[in-house]
């Protein structure tokens, strides 16, 4: 079993619908949460960051860290079409060590 | 604002060569690291470093070398490059708040 387990997808919305992007992961160890966004043919750019648990938002997007149920979750609300990327989940539990990804979700939205 | 830069960008080799990828990071911050991804399996570490000269195996170092004696690059040796090591690399480095790693634009490596 994996250390972090994310839905490969692909997942196809309409425009302008909310988004719900999801990791589990089993180390209960891991503090530092990550979601990075990965267009086609570039490097991961990073999306979020929180620290522990509790919810940060950004703009259009929010993340979740629900540490009791392993349970990360990215919410993008009024979904655009420049939100079509890959979205990586990424985790550690020092905020210097390695980070251990999740293997991408393919997201698709549809003008 | 360069933050990482990698080079080259992309590079065809063939089977039992010796390829070196770049990596420099603008800055000078203490981690860096190397990551390989590929489909179904994502982001791997292959070698990672604390600081100059002090490097450490990451999820897949076989086949990889790395050094570090400046802060700022960190490049990447295949040392015998063979088929199974097609594929895109990215290095990292813990950025401007020290506390997440940013990642630079890739190399896409096709070994023949």
């Known amino acids: 079993q994996k250390e972090v387990e994310q839905d490969p997808g692909p997942l196809s919305v309409p425009e302008g619908a909310i988004v719900s992007l999801n990791c589990t992961y089993s180390n209960s160890a891991f503090q530092y949460f990550m979601w990075y966004r990965q267009y086609s043919r570039k490097g991961p750019e990073l999306l979020m960051y929180t620290y522990s648990s509790g919810n940060k938002e950004d703009g259009r997007f929010t993340a979740q860290v629900d540490k009791s149920s392993k349970y990360i979750s990215l919410f993008i609300r009024d979904s655009q079409p420049s939100d079509s990327a890959t979205y990586l989940c990424?985790?550690?539990?020092?905020?210097?060590?390695?980070?251990?990804f999740g293997t991408g979700t393919r997201l698709t939205i549809i003008p | 604002d360069a933050g990482i830069t990698q080079s080259p960008r992309y590079k065809i080799t063939e089977t039992g060569r010796q390829v070196t990828l770049m990596c420099h990071q603008t800055?000078?911050?203490?981690?860096m690291f190397w990551y390989r991804q590929d489909l179904g399996h994502g982001l791997r570490l292959i070698y990672y470093?604390?600081?100059?000269?002090?490097?450490d195996k990451g999820e897949v170092p076989d086949g990889y070398v790395v050094s570090r004696s400046k802060t700022e690059n960190f490049p990447l040796t295949l040392e015998s490059a063979t088929r199974s090591q097609t594929s895109v690399y990215f290095c990292a480095s813990n950025g401007p708040s020290g506390d997440t790693q940013y990642f630079g634009p890739g190399t896409r490596l096709t070994v023949l």
């Open positions: 800055w000078s911050h203490s981690y």
């Open positions: 470093s604390a600081a100059a000269d002090i490097t």
């Open positions: 990424a985790m550690s539990a020092s905020g210097n060590e390695k980070l251990t």
